[in-house]
Every structure is written in C-alpha cells, then in structure tokens.
C-alpha cells in the first residue's frame, strides 16, 4: 500500500470512520470482506433485485443485481472522510425508468453504431435503435437493463462479484448466444478491477465497459468541472452531428481535447470549438497512446483539488470515451437528494472505437465461435 493511501486509512480509522459509513445521513455498520447481499426492491413482474455490498482496503462498493450496476463508490479524502463518489439512485424504479445508464454495465455494444445497423460475413443486422437513427449501449433493452445472476467470493486478500447474463440470439438485433461473465474485484490495496469474459455461439460484434459517472468530491456535490484530467492520449476521434466518428483520427494538440498534461475540465469546454459545440461539452472517444495491450496500462489520473480523492485507470482496451455529463438537465435526484445538472458527474468508459462494426480502419469488435471475449480495467484510489 502506498504512503498517502495508508496515511489516509489511518486517519479513517482514528476518526471512527472505517466502521461506519454514512449515506442519506444515517450510520450503517460496515460490511466487512466478505459480500453482503440485501433486497433492493422489485421490477413490475415481481422479479427480486439484491444489492451487493464490499469492502476492501478502504474502499466500499455497492453492486445491483439489476444492469450490474454500480449503486454505491465510496472512498476516503486526504482526512479519511468518506463519500459515495459515484451518481444514481436510492430506489429501484428510478434506475428502470432512467435513461442515463448511471453505474451500469454497458453491452453488448458500448457506444454508438450508426444508424443501428452493420454487415458481418455479407449479412446485414438491424439493431435496436434508441438514440436517433443511431444503436447507443447495446440498444432499448441492453444489458443495463438485464438481472444478471450475482455471486460473491473471497480469494486470498481480494473480495468481489461475479455477475452472469446469457444474451440470446437476435437479442436487440445482434447475432449469437453470449455468455458473458463480469467480475468485480476489490484488492486489498483497495483497488476496483474490473473483468469482462464473453464467448459465442456465432460470429459477432462485443464492446463491454462501465457507464459509472464519477464525482470524487462526492455525488450530489455540485459540478465537476474544477476536477483536474490527465489522459495518455495524442488523438481523439472526431464525430457528425449524430456523435458517430468521422473515420479521421484527429491530433489533441493545440485543442481543447488535449489532456496530456493535467488540467481542468471546465478550462477549455466552453470554447466555441465544432465538436463542442455538436456534443454540448466532451462526449468523445480518446485514442490511447498504447494502444491495446496485453496487460492493463494506465492511462487516465482524475483528481480533484477540493478533497485530495484522486482516481488512476489502468486498462488493456484502446481507447476510452470521455462524457462530461453534458446531458444531466436539473429533473434527476440522486441519494444525496440533490439533483443532478449538466456537468455533476463525469464518465471515462474504456472501450473499443465507437461504430467499429462499420469503419473497417478501427481495431476489429468481432468476436467468432471458439474465442473468448477478455479485457480487464483496473481503478485505484488515493487521496
């Protein structure tokens, strides 16, 4: 364990802190290594959805059986303080009627695919369109929408979640049977890792990731926009007015899409520039300089200056895209009870290249009978 983040726990711990947590301004007892499962509400057909609940080298993490989302990410400041750092709801019927895919797991498509359509192996595929003429996160009824089969575990130091969900042929379009497995991982460095498995029965297009909007001075806490962004990335994929990627990829440098260096969000966002201007702030997809590796590489550091909450992504995927919560209009209300407004939470979604299905120069999506599906994404936090 680094020194900041031991120094931190210390302090948690002296304060009283790691025993308790408090959301909505009531104490719970922590939960401790091992997984926490309890009733978190009802779909309309009376289906049960649990909440998953971990604890592991400071770092707490709350997991719906509803999407695999992520309900609760909760992580100390420079003085050991918790706070949820994530955005979403405190009830089960917000996350069914939302439309903003808060903490959920993305697939089986991440993204946008224009005009919800692509050709594989000379067959065409109509997919489920829901943003526009445009396919977005695996359309109408992706996998944010699915109750995945959840289990905990505890192997060595580390504690977590493996979460299941078989997406059948024709489902929103796409071909194949998909058995899809997520693991979420919490190490005892605190470290929130996250894997992702897929294997078909039929050739098709995959691109998992995680839609969590972070705020790490704490969810309801107004905007994020003094939180400084680093990205290890020399090109970013320009898009129409529809948000899919031209094909072109274009230099960072001497734009507002240069985050090489850490700098603000908010710095640069209100600049008159095109692609601002057509997504209303970042909603772009980063080409990562190393490209896709082997093992996870970091390539983002988020931090913000207020309470010291810094937050590290390391990933194997080749790029990831960057939301600057651009679309969070004032009408939605998160457990703080507080409502969330345009730029109050960020997201950093690492993936493949939106629309790759139908822009042969990106890195290829297919995934065919007898290969597996596997990328990993690694969180670490500091304060």
């Not at 594989?120 to 489920?128: E, I, N, R």
């Not at 959840?150 to 504690?159: L, Q």
Request: with cysteine.
């Amino acid at each position: 364990m680094d020194t900041t983040r031991r120094t931190v726990l210390a302090a948690a711990a002296a304060a009283g802190i790691a025993a308790t947590t408090t959301v909505g301004g009531t104490a719970h007892a922590a939960s401790g290594r091992k997984p926490v499962k309890e009733p978190f509400g009802k779909l309309a057909d009376g289906t049960k959805i649990y909440r998953w609940s971990l604890e592991n080298g400071g770092t707490r993490l709350k997991v719906l059986s509803y999407g695999g989302i992520v309900q609760s990410l909760e992580i100390p400041d420079r003085h050991g303080r918790y706070k949820n750092v994530s955005l979403g709801y405190d009830n089960i019927e917000d996350y069914v009627a939302g439309t903003t895919f808060f903490g959920a797991t993305i697939g089986r498509y991440g993204n946008r695919i224009a005009n919800g359509r692509f050709t594989l192996d000379g067959k065409t595929y109509q997919l489920s369109v829901n943003d526009g003429v445009n396919s977005l996160h695996g359309g109408a009824k992706g996998f944010n929408t699915r109750v995945w089969d959840v289990e905990g575990f505890t192997s060595g130091s580390d504690v977590g979640l493996k979460l299941h969900y078989t997406s059948v042929d024709g489902e929103m379009g796409y071909p194949g049977t998909l058995r899809t497995t997520v693991t979420y991982t919490l190490t005892a460095r605190g470290d929130w890792r996250i894997d992702y498995t897929a294997t078909t029965d039929k050739a098709t297009v995959v691109n998992l990731t995680n839609h969590t909007y972070y705020n790490l001075a704490g969810e309801g806490s107004g905007g994020i926009y003094d939180h400084e962004l680093t990205l290890a990335a020399s090109r970013f994929t320009p898009t129409d007015s529809g948000l899919i990627p031209t094909g072109e990829l274009a230099k960072v440098a001497g734009t507002p899409f240069d985050f090489r260096s850490a700098k603000p969000i908010g710095r640069d966002i209100r600049i008159a520039h095109p692609q601002l201007v057509t997504a209303k702030g970042f909603d772009h997809n980063w080409v990562l300089d190393k490209g896709i590796t082997a093992k996870p590489v970091h390539f983002a550091t988020l931090r913000d200056p207020s309470s010291g909450r810094t937050l590290k992504i390391a990933t194997d995927q080749p790029a990831v895209q960057f939301y600057s919560g651009n679309f969070l209009d004032g009408t939605l209300t998160g457990p703080s009870g507080r409502t969330y407004r345009q730029g109050d939470g960020l997201c950093l979604e690492t993936q493949h290249f939106p629309d790759s299905p139908n822009q042969p120069s990106f890195p290829s999506t297919v995934l065919r009978p007898g290969e597996t599906y596997r990328t990993t994404t690694v969180h670490s936090f500091s304060a």
